[in-house]
């Protein structure tokens, strides 16, 4: 199984901009889908991001569209979520994810995910 360790997060103000990482040992990510979820205090977790193996597929949550960017280095064993313009409401904690999906697989969903990180912590003040 393919270990996940997310870094990159911290304490921002609204309007700055940050790139998460999500780092693999144990296995290459090209092997996997790969996802960005978070999950806000006393929330429940909700998709952030996904992008398919080789980046021909990528799929972005209303609430970040336009202003985040998912990208993968599949020789780096590496992916990133780029946010800009942040706001208070991107406060949480953020967790990458691998799947092992085929065409018709919803990224979207977390339950098709079968590898998690631990998570990074992003919090926006306004």
């Known amino acids: 199984q393919v270990q996940l360790v997310e870094s990159g997060g911290g304490l921002l103000q609204a309007g700055a901009s940050l790139r998460l990482s999500c780092a693999a040992s144990g296995g290459a990510i090209s092997g996997y889908a790969l996802g960005w979820f978070r999950q806000a205090a006393g929330k429940e977790r909700e998709f952030v991001a996904a992008i398919r193996r080789d980046s021909s597929g990528i799929s972005y949550a209303n609430s970040v569209k336009g202003r985040s960017t998912i990208s993968r280095r599949n020789g780096q064993n590496i992916m990133y979520l780029q946010m800009d313009d942040l706001k208070p409401e991107d406060t949480a904690l953020y967790y990458c994810?691998?799947?092992?999906?085929?065409?018709?697989?919803?990224?979207?969903?977390?339950?098709?995910?079968?590898?998690w990180g631990q998570g990074t912590q992003v919090t926006v003040s306004s």
């Open positions: 994810a691998a799947s092992r999906a085929i065409l018709s697989t919803n990224l979207q969903q977390e339950t098709n995910y079968a590898y």
